[in-house]
């Protein structure tokens, strides 16, 4: 069990998911690799490994502003490191030039999703800063802010602003989470009309990452429990956009300093880098963050190879 009471490294039910089926690592090269993301790892290759998926990689770098080449190389070679070897997306494929799989690589499959939802009357421009948005709505700190629909019947000309939103319905989102059982959520409750485009004309991570996990054909988007409040609206998002069959989802507990705060991408005591110029082996790397996400009573050392056995 974890500290909220959730039971850690089981899935709830057996995967009702076809052999090949697929899902994703998705860093953002925004920093370093740090044990955070070695725990999603384990997580995501191995829930795969056990259970007959396919790994792809993905370089979330849709924000540019806080994006770096050089941070992408390191996770690169961070991952060779470690031993993590994706079925698609592979390393070199991205060392050596442009991939499917590396978001500012892709900037004309967003504009045509976001047109393929424009042409259905489903986004708006929208003009309103977070400080516009603050002043109307209770601004509490640490909370998300729900966009209370200023601009949603405005018609402002497309010129007016390059922030666009789209139009989300009231319903309630209803999606069992492989570890936390049965949720639901309200996103129009939530956040409101969802910001797919900002005022910088960059892609939003709520609509990068709905195109490209129906782009790539994703089925089990395995990540990290701070991401659950964005599942609802992803959901929501991707049947607008054309889904199907809807994802299945499983948000594991992250690991956090012993005060209770989030492991940042600086942290240097957590850093892949850090623990590698301390002496460390890949397997120990490993041992360690499984342990720390209560996967293992002990630190043992553990290759990349042998994750599957905590979802076994
Ligand atoms: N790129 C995100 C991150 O590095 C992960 C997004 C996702 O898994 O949906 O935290």
Same mark, same amino acid.
């Given at each position: 069990m974890?500290a909220?009471g959730h039971?850690?490294?089981?899935v709830?039910?057996?995967?009702?998911?076809?052999?090949?089926w697929?899902?994703?690592?998705?860093?953002?090269p925004?920093g370093?690799l740090h044990?955070?993301?070695?725990?999603?790892?384990?997580y995501v @290759?191995?829930?795969?490994?056990?259970h007959?998926g396919?790994?792809?990689l993905?370089?979330e770098?849709?924000?540019?502003?806080?994006?770096?080449?050089?941070?992408?190389q390191?996770?690169l070679d961070?991952?060779? @490191?470690?031993?993590?070897?994706?079925?698609?997306?592979?390393t070199?494929e991205?060392?050596t030039?442009?991939s499917?799989?590396r978001?500012?690589?892709n900037?004309w499959?967003?504009a045509a999703?976001?047109?393929?939802?424009?042409?259905?009357g489903?986004v708006y421009?929208?003009q309103c800063?977070?400080?516009?948005?603050a002043?109307l709505?209770?601004d509490?700190p640490n909370e998300?802010?729900?966009?209370?629909?200023?601009?949603?019947?405005?018609q402002?000309?497309?010129d007016?602003s390059?922030?666009r939103r789209?139009?989300?319905?009231p319903e309630r989102?209803r999606?069992?989470?492989?570890?936390r059982g049965?949720?639901?959520?309200v996103?129009?409750?939530?956040?409101?009309?969802?910001?797919?485009r900002?005022?910088?004309?960059?892609?939003t991570y709520q609509?990068a990452?709905?195109?490209?996990?129906l782009?790539?054909?994703?089925d089990?988007v395995?990540r990290?429990e701070d991401?659950?409040?964005s599942t609802g609206r992803?959901?929501?998002?991707?049947?607008l956009?054309g889904?199907?069959?809807?994802?299945?989802?499983?948000h594991?507990?992250?690991i956090?300093h012993?005060?209770?705060?989030?492991?940042s991408?600086?942290?240097?005591?957590?850093g892949?880098?850090?623990?590698r110029?301390a002496?460390?082996?890949?397997a120990?790397?490993?041992?360690?963050?499984a342990?720390l996400?209560?996967?293992q009573p002990?630190?043992a050392?553990c290759a990349?190879?042998?994750?599957?056995r905590?979802?076994?």
């Amino acid at each position: 069990m974890d500290a909220a009471g959730h039971r850690v490294g089981r899935v709830l039910d057996p995967l009702n998911l076809t052999p090949g089926w697929r899902t994703r690592f998705a860093p953002a090269p925004t920093g370093l690799l740090h044990l955070g993301h070695v725990v999603n790892a384990i997580y995501v @290759w191995g829930m795969a490994r056990a259970h007959d998926g396919r790994v792809v990689l993905r370089i979330e770098d849709h924000d540019r502003s806080r994006c770096r080449a050089e941070y992408e190389q390191a996770l690169l070679d961070d991952l060779d @490191w470690l031993g993590f070897v994706p079925d698609e997306g592979k390393t070199n494929e991205f060392r050596t030039g442009a991939s499917p799989r590396r978001q500012s690589d892709n900037d004309w499959r967003y504009a045509a999703a976001i047109t393929a939802l424009e042409l259905r009357g489903l986004v708006y421009t929208c003009q309103c800063s977070r400080g516009d948005i603050a002043r109307l709505v209770d601004d509490v700190p640490n909370e998300e802010m729900c966009y209370p629909g200023t601009c949603r019947d405005a018609q402002l000309p497309p010129d007016a602003s390059p922030q666009r939103r789209v139009r989300l319905g009231p319903e309630r989102e209803r999606f069992f989470d492989l570890l936390r059982g049965p949720q639901a959520q309200v996103p129009a409750a939530q956040c409101g009309d969802l910001l797919v485009r900002d005022r910088l004309g960059q892609w939003t991570y709520q609509f990068a990452v709905t195109v490209d996990d129906l782009e790539q054909q994703i089925d089990v988007v395995i990540r990290g429990e701070d991401l659950l409040e964005s599942t609802g609206r992803q959901r929501a998002l991707a049947r607008l956009l054309g889904r199907r069959r809807p994802l299945q989802f499983l948000h594991h507990p992250l690991i956090r300093h012993p005060d209770g705060t989030k492991l940042s991408k600086s942290a240097g005591d957590t850093g892949v880098r850090e623990l590698r110029a301390a002496g460390l082996s890949a397997a120990e790397v490993i041992g360690r963050a499984a342990h720390l996400a209560g996967l293992q009573p002990s630190d043992a050392p553990c290759a990349a190879t042998d994750v599957q056995r905590f979802f076994q």
